[in-house]
């Protein structure tokens, strides 16, 4: 009873972590100086555009229909994104994310533990201008490469109504309303920025101009620290407190671990990870030497990232994983696997006898083998975060992007743990 008590705990804990991070940002007026047009250049303070309107419509009217992915291919579909975009070529902006210090405050909020001293990179994606009436359904911005691991938006304080950003993680749902939190200024920009796995929509622009950037953030520099500002800049507003917290997670599984009831004779705590990352959609084991399963965790977010300090903390080892659900039982992968692979006749007996897998079998938190559970080939997991579909190996599925692009595929594998009979929990040393 303990047990479940404390592992309720900790899975609350995980799932407490906010995978976006948003606010307000005062800067000096040139940084809201906008160039664009190539033949005909046209210059904008989009602070002091309040009254002209004619200026906002020009802008607008020399965007293109914003496209978006719909699985492979690059559509437009004005039943579904209705917005005017335009391309980095196209125009020039003053405001410098990284100078300005609005990249560290957003580090600082959304990246937990030693990855918020990481070097991250924003790259400028898009201008885009919602009139009255536009809008963009719910999708998730396409991966372009593994680094990418969220994606930055900021809203110039261009009067507007609606176009309120929604966004969706598991069963949670935030609103981020720029049109509220810029009524009335005209010195701050508002900005939002969360992890690429995060489904979200922008809803209906019900009067004014919506104009934002979309930047992408990438992981600059994987194993290097990068600067962050031990201090925050003057005039920002941070809606969310910073995310995941290391030391709380790794709290409460050190009191979960001390727990007599649970596994008492040792055994596999197993967690579904909370956030999707993006796989190479193909890769071949005899050319791309490094399984791409190797690298994930350099690219951990959140409390995924949290729990597997954690671990590492308190002398477990924690191993990534992969899951596919077959027919019969769920097989644990260590391994990529191609996945043309799994659409031969006999997927399971392939992962199990090429591909190290081995079946799985959920079991309670009091799990003790029995004789007969000795030498049995399947291995006994207590989950302690439910691994759903979102977890299982997916090889095809409609996917809603910002872009056509499916050089990768985003898929949510999970973290499994050894742990030792009570009183000798470890597994390996603590760091
Ligand atoms: O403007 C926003 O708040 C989000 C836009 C967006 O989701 C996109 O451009 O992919
Ligand atoms: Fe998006």
Same mark, same amino acid.
């Given at each position: 009873m303990t047990a479940i008590r404390a592992l309720a705990r900790l899975k609350q804990t995980l799932a407490q972590s906010l995978p976006y991070c948003g606010g307000t940002f005062e800067l000096p007026s040139d940084s809201f100086e906008l160039y664009y047009g190539r033949e005909n250049a046209k210059f904008l303070n989009l602070s002091k555009t309040a009254n002209n309107p004619d200026a906002l419509n020009s802008l607008q009217s020399a965007c293109e229909p914003a496209q978006f992915g719909r699985h492979t291919e690059t559509v437009l579909d004005e039943t579904y994104r209705k917005a005017g975009k335009m391309d980095t070529s196209e125009f020039l902006v003053r405001l410098d994310v990284v100078k300005s210090g609005l990249l560290d405050v957003v580090c600082s909020s959304l990246l937990s533990g030693d990855k918020s001293r990481r070097s991250v990179t924003a790259e400028l994606y898009k201008l885009n201008v919602y009139g009255e009436g536009a809008f963009f359904k719910p999708h998730t911005d396409t991966p372009t490469n593994s680094n990418m691991f969220g994606s930055l938006v900021v809203v110039f304080p261009t009067p507007h109504s609606g176009g309120t950003l929604v966004l969706r993680h598991h069963e949670h749902e935030w609103t981020f309303d720029s049109a509220k939190l810029l009524a #009335?200024?005209?010195n701050r920009f508002a900005y939002a920025a969360f992890f690429s796995d995060v489904e979200h929509e922008v809803t209906p622009v019900t009067s004014g101009h919506r104009i934002n950037l979309t930047y992408n953030l990438y992981w600059?520099?994987? #194993?290097l620290d990068g600067i962050v500002l031990s201090t925050q800049p003057d005039g920002v507003n941070v809606l $969310? +407190? +910073? *995310?995941?917290n290391a030391t709380d997670v790794g709290r409460i599984l050190s009191e979960v671990l001390e727990d =007599? =009831? /649970?596994?008492p004779a040792g055994g596999t705590l197993g967690f579904g990870l909370r956030h999707a990352y993006p796989f190479p959609r193909t890769w071949d084991p005899a050319v791309d030497k490094l399984d791409p399963l190797l690298l994930l965790p350099i690219l951990l977010k959140g409390s995924d990232l949290a729990l597997y300090d954690a671990c590492d903390a308190l002398g477990l080892e924690p191993k990534l994983k992969f899951i596919s659900e077959t027919d019969d039982k769920p097989v644990l992968l260590d391994r990529a696997v $191609?996945? *043309?692979?799994? %659409?031969? %006749?006999d997927p399971e007996g392939t992962m199990l006898r090429e591909h190290n897998g081995v079946v799985v079998e959920e079991v309670g938190a009091d799990f003790e083998p029995s004789e007969e559970d000795i030498g049995k080939s399947v291995r006994p997991v207590h989950w302690v975060t439910r691994v759903g579909a979102i977890n299982k190996l997916a090889s095809t599925y409609i996917h809603y992007g910002n %872009? #056509?692009? /499916? *050089?990768h595929l985003y898929m949510t594998p999970c973290l499994t743990v050894e742990v030792g009979p009570v009183g000798a929990r470890q597994t390996s040393r603590a760091k």
């Open positions: #009335g200024t005209s600059a520099d994987l #194993g $969310q +407190p +910073p *995310s995941a =007599s =009831s /649970l596994l $191609q996945l *043309s692979v799994m %659409e031969i %006749e %872009e #056509g692009v /499916l *050089s």
